[in-house]
């Protein structure tokens, strides 16, 4: 191990062997079994513990606080529970914690709980999309992604029943954090009782302090100053949990998912036993690594019973998303294989090694050509060090990094882009005009979108006739689209499903589009794997073909050894039934009829069409090598080799999303008719006259 990896210059500082090895032997064991008073002496060893009444004091004199700690230093579980010990719960207010992922908020909760020895759902509960654990009246703490938070606006503007709310992971600036952020401040404009926490582990203390720093006092009739200081404060948390030594690699990784397998190996061959939990960047690679080690494991007659192999990513189902937290069996070691969705927040208590591959997938959008990419991109110092602090949290850890030291050092950026500068705007404008704001180009945002971004949402959604011409949600299409809280083409087409009789096809499209990839993604097994395809591909394009797979996956009883035979991914596909499920009700409560349309696809592919316009290409004259332009931007665009339309290549497709390799592939493309196009989106494309070759 030592010719391939350096340990890193970082120098340990906060290493206590003894208490890390009382820690261990507690946390060892399944900390259910922890009693009471130990996980006590537990909360009282985190570093937070000594800034227990600072924390306090800085709450009640101030109307926000940035706290700034290590990963691991306690914020997340043990803030909550002393603004309850304080009183800020009682009366029936609520102190609400947001999380940027749902499987943290249900990690944190249960912790909480368990640390309380409450149940969860009563004293502390949790609320996600479509799963709200939580009993009014009771729940003191709760925890909840920040869109459920936004959500919750729609019924509640000053989110009145809330005390204390804290922001946590707010240096992740996903897009539903900055719209937060930003309405809050409004909020406590109005509510000079509202306390705000805004805590991570790297943010930007200052720029943040910046933003809620505001010139509006709250005064009294004789104009005296009343309420809390408006000024932020900001405090510092120092200290972490355990020492985790970094290990680079000598030389840059040419594949990393060869180098994330050979890595684990090594660690199952060399360390002594503790879980490890390795981050890559999407299904794709995950699977393919997945499979690599398991074969790996088999062939080199290494002990395969000793390793538990286990992927993590959105598109699981819930219940196998679960088994990470599974403690581990005795002489046995788990590998979880995950996105950044076990990136912040993620206690896993067996794991003393973390591989970070140093690539995470991230958005990516060009406003002027209107063209927002999913790349595979380094990851930021910030995610460097979250990913680190996986390790170490209940005992000293190691992480592995798949890069050098110098290209950490020198290269790696401190901090990763907000969401909402490389993002297509178009949710989060459909969020704020359902929250009433209608000046969004003038909304005071911690760091303002471009306007071109605005702009072509504003016209996306004019387009898809969710906004009117003074741009406030139309009524009932837009606030019906607001509420579903998809992507608004997804939404859109869920919507025109209902005119056009096909509902109950086009919510199982929505549920597929939702997951990475319904098919197998494995290694070596390509040609089965088009194989398989070929006995779903419709001509009609990817669409369609999802509905023969779905079909046959019911026929099979939802079998696995059928999904297993046909190359197709059966967690996805209960993923897919899980999702589907959700939104049939979603549906139902919005009145929209579902029906199904049987056996004709034209209408499916119209409802396609009147959510997807904006997302529409044209061959290219004379193309011989699959060359399409999109409609607007007139960018290069070319049909993924995933598609059942690669080489078919129809004349007009519209696409759900692209990729960016050494090209500009499309995913999940479906043929369909020009008149279409002006059809569903008059306005979006009444620059192409009829006479526009474009439209031809
Ligand atoms: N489920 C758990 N099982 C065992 N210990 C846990 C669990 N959850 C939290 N802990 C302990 O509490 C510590 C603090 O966790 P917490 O999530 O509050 O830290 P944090 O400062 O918010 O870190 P991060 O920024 O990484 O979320 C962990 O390092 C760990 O020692």
């Not at 509006?216 to 020492?243: Q, T, Y």
């Not at 060009?366 to 063209?371: A, G, K, M, T």
């Not at 009524?475 to 607001?482: E, K, L, M, N, T």
């Not at 026929?555 to 589907?580: F, L």
């Amino acid at each position: 191990m030592s010719q391939f990896w350096k340990p890193g210059a970082e120098k340990p500082r906060l290493l206590d062997d003894e208490e890390g090895g009382v820690l261990f032997l507690a946390a060892s064991a399944s900390s259910s079994r922890l009693g009471h008073s130990s996980i006590q002496k537990q909360r009282q060893r985190l570093p937070v513990y000594k800034y227990r009444t600072a924390i306090l004091y800085l709450v009640e004199t101030h109307a926000t606080t940035i706290i700034v700690g290590e990963t691991g230093s306690g914020k997340t579980t043990q803030i909550p529970q002393y603004l309850k010990e304080a009183g800020w719960a009682d009366g029936g207010r609520v102190i609400a914690c947001t999380q940027p992922r749902r499987l943290a908020v249900q990690a944190v909760a249960s912790r909480v709980a368990e640390e309380m020895g409450v149940k969860l759902g009563e004293e502390v509960g949790y609320t996600i999309r479509f799963e709200n654990l939580t009993n009014t009246g009771v729940t003191m703490i709760k925890f909840l992604t920040d869109g459920v938070l936004l959500k919750e606006m729609m019924d509640d503007p000053l989110l009145s029943k809330y005390s204390v709310i804290m922001v946590d992971e707010a240096h992740e600036r996903s897009i539903s954090t900055d719209i937060l952020l930003g309405l809050l401040k409004k909020i406590q404009q109005r509510r000079p009782e509202l306390r705000l926490i805004i805590s991570s582990a790297t943010i930007e203390a200052k720029s943040m302090a910046a933003f809620f720093q505001t010139s509006k006092k709250h005064r009294g009739m004789e104009g005296e100053v009343l309420g809390p200081r408006i000024e932020p404060a900001i405090l510092s948390v120092e200290g972490r949990g355990f020492n985790v030594q970094i290990h680079y690699v000598e030389g840059p990784v040419s594949n990393y998912v060869q180098a994330v397998v050979s890595t684990v190996l090594l660690i199952h061959d060399r360390e002594p036993m503790g879980d490890i939990l390795v981050f890559l960047t999407g299904q794709d690679d995950i699977d393919a690594a997945v499979k690599l080690l398991t074969e790996e494991v088999q062939n080199c007659g290494r002990n395969s019973l000793g390793l538990i192999i286990l992927p993590l990513y959105s598109g699981l189902p819930r219940a196998e998303q679960e088994l990470i937290f599974a403690p581990t069996p005795r002489g046995k070691r788990k590998v979880v294989i995950s996105t950044n969705i076990a990136e912040t927040s993620l206690t896993l208590e067996g794991v003393v090694y973390v591989v970070d591959s140093g690539f995470s997938k991230q958005r990516s959008y060009n406003p002027l050509s209107d063209i927002e990419n999913l790349v595979v991109a380094p990851i930021s110092k910030a995610s460097a060090r979250q990913r680190a602090g996986r390790a170490g949290r209940v005992r000293p850890g190691k992480c592995y990094r798949l890069y050098t030291e110098e290209y950490f050092i020198n290269e790696m950026s401190a901090e990763g882009i907000p969401e909402m500068q490389r993002s297509n705007l178009v949710s989060c404008v459909i969020q704020l005009k359902a929250l009433g704001i209608d000046n969004i180009l003038g909304f005071d945002w911690p760091a303002p979108p471009s306007p071109e971004a605005m702009v072509r949402a504003l016209e996306v959604l004019y387009s898809l006739g969710v906004l009117d011409d003074d741009a406030k949600l139309t009524s009932p299409a837009g606030f019906q689209v607001a509420e579903i809280a998809l992507d608004p083409m997804i939404s859109k087409m869920i919507l025109s499903s209902s005119e056009l009789g096909c509902s109950e096809e086009i919510i199982t499209i929505a549920a597929v589009l939702s997951i990475q990839s319904v098919w197998v993604s494995g290694r070596g097994a390509q040609k089965e794997l088009d194989e398989a395809k070929l006995r779903f591909a419709a001509a009609e394009g990817d669409h369609v073909t999802f509905l023969n797979v779905y079909k046959g996956f019911l026929q099979s009883g939802k079998s696995p050894q059928w999904c297993h035979k046909n190359y197709i991914n059966y967690q996805a596909m209960k993923k897919v039934i899980e999702i589907r499920e959700q939104l049939k009700r979603t549906a139902q409560r919005l009145g929209i009829v579902l029906k199904s349309c049987e056996t004709d696809m034209l209408v499916v592919r119209k409802a396609i069409t009147a959510g997807f316009f904006a997302n529409a290409c044209r061959l290219e004259a004379f193309s011989h090598n699959g060359k399409y332009r999109t409609i607007r931007g007139s960018q290069e665009v070319y049909i993924h080799p995933s598609s059942v339309l690669f080489r078919v290549n129809p004349k007009w497709v519209i696409y759900h999303s692209l990729v960016s390799t050494d090209r500009r592939y499309m995913r999940n493309v479906t043929s369909v008719e020009p008149s279409w196009l002006r059809e569903a989106a008059p306005h979006y494309y009444k620059h192409q006259p009829p006479s526009n070759p474009m439209l031809h």
